[in-house]
């Protein structure tokens, strides 16, 4: 089974936590719009225009995995499917449920994420809402980080082992070492001081970033460098 | 099984989308915060203190259920794995996924909608933030709304059906019925114009309101009213 993940090409963003499942697990996949022609593919799938039965369940956007004919979207749902196939999730449904509300917690955090360089609008440029994310980020900073983080790193300690999971490795792990590195990237002054309060997701980041897996995944092509039209960007002006 | 639902006992919210699968299934349910002492049991369980497992792994955030000693958290997850016990979902995995995705869909599009009063920061007040609301919901009902109650009068035009599913009744239907109620409570004067282009979910928003089940759970006390501290809020000055 070869894997074909579809998202937009030159950034890391949400389907990055796709990504570093797959890596991790060493999957064959395409990453179909970076290839020639890809984008028309990828955009005649969400238009409902590719020719196919998924015409008929067209994504509302990137993130989407093809796995045979079945076509699923949406970050969180694309790794609870591949989750038990990647071996990246427990076998118990009960497990799985726990580990997908975990992981639409870092969607949710995501999201907010994003709302720092676009509070007013996704349509209009960061520049022309920088006072607004001036104000946003100050909140964010101040509260939001320091709330999500210390549910993660509380999350960590009762799991009594090294993983969200306790002894049991999964995707939200990945997801763990994706959002510190994304805030250290987006907010190096800052999370300097937030980190000191989580040094068991600290921890848990320098131990993944270390797997062979995914240093090997680190070190390619295949991993797009952070950017300034991603998810987490870094603008000085926003970093305190 | 009696299921127990935790959320915020004063408004619809996000716990809406949940309170109205139970409803229309007939389940047998507590809206346990809203009973005598259910707020403070709520708050020790999100603070892993309720003295059971359940504290290994603590909720984020409300609405969470807890079905026999299992807590599940998120809306989304919580429909997921109700879906096929109370036969508002299909019963295939790749139904279930499809399903999912939309849901998680409808799960941004609230965020978004509850933005149109806080796009600055959950910690401060509506009054606090106006002028930035203003700007917000400018690009909120003239792009954001018609993007996506337009994708799903098109997800719903290409299942061939009444249904988001086609022929299959589920939970997704329910959640649109929200989004269209709840909109018209905060938008009213936008909605009469961004509603002609989607008539589809608007049928779909009456025959799900005259489902006897509905209909009789809207006319109950059990369905709190639209209020200005839910995610739905009206403040005329927001509406253009």
Redesign the interface.
């Known amino acids: 089974m070869r894997y074909q993940l579809f998202y937009w090409p030159g950034i890391q963003g949400r389907g990055e936590f796709v990504r570093l499942a797959l890596e991790d697990a060493g999957a064959a996949y395409d990453d179909v719009a970076r290839q020639d022609g890809g984008m028309s593919r990828m955009m005649a799938m969400m238009k409902?225009s590719a020719g196919s039965d998924a015409?008929?369940?067209?994504?509302?956007a990137p993130p989407f995995l093809k796995s045979g004919k079945?076509v699923?979207?949406?970050a969180?749902?694309i790794l609870?499917?591949l989750g038990p196939r990647l071996k990246l999730a427990p076998a118990d449904d009960?497990g799985r449920?726990?580990l997908?509300?975990l992981q639409?917690?870092v969607?949710?955090f995501v999201?907010e994420v994003h709302?720092t360089h676009h509070?007013?609008?996704?349509?209009?440029y960061y520049e022309d809402q920088k006072p607004?994310a001036q104000?946003?980020v100050g909140?964010?900073l101040k509260?939001?980080v320091p709330k999500?983080l210390g549910?993660f790193e509380?999350?960590l300690t009762?799991?009594?082992g090294a993983y969200l999971l306790g002894r049991k490795f999964s995707y939200g792990d990945l997801s763990m070492f994706q959002l510190v590195d994304g805030l250290r990237y987006a907010f190096p002054k800052a999370m300097k001081r937030i980190e000191r309060k989580t040094p068991g997701l600290v921890a848990l980041h320098d131990r993944i970033a270390a797997r062979p897996t995914i240093a090997a995944y680190l070190g390619s092509e295949r991993r797009l460098p952070f950017n300034e039209d991603g998810i987490f960007r870094c603008y000085p002006e926003l970093d305190r």
């Open positions: 409902g015409d008929k369940r067209p994504p509302f079945l699923i979207a949406q969180a749902n609870f499917y009960n449920l726990w997908n509300a639409l917690t969607t949710d999201k709302d509070p007013i609008a996704t349509g209009l607004q104000e946003y909140h964010f509260d939001r999500y549910y509380d999350v009762r799991s009594g």
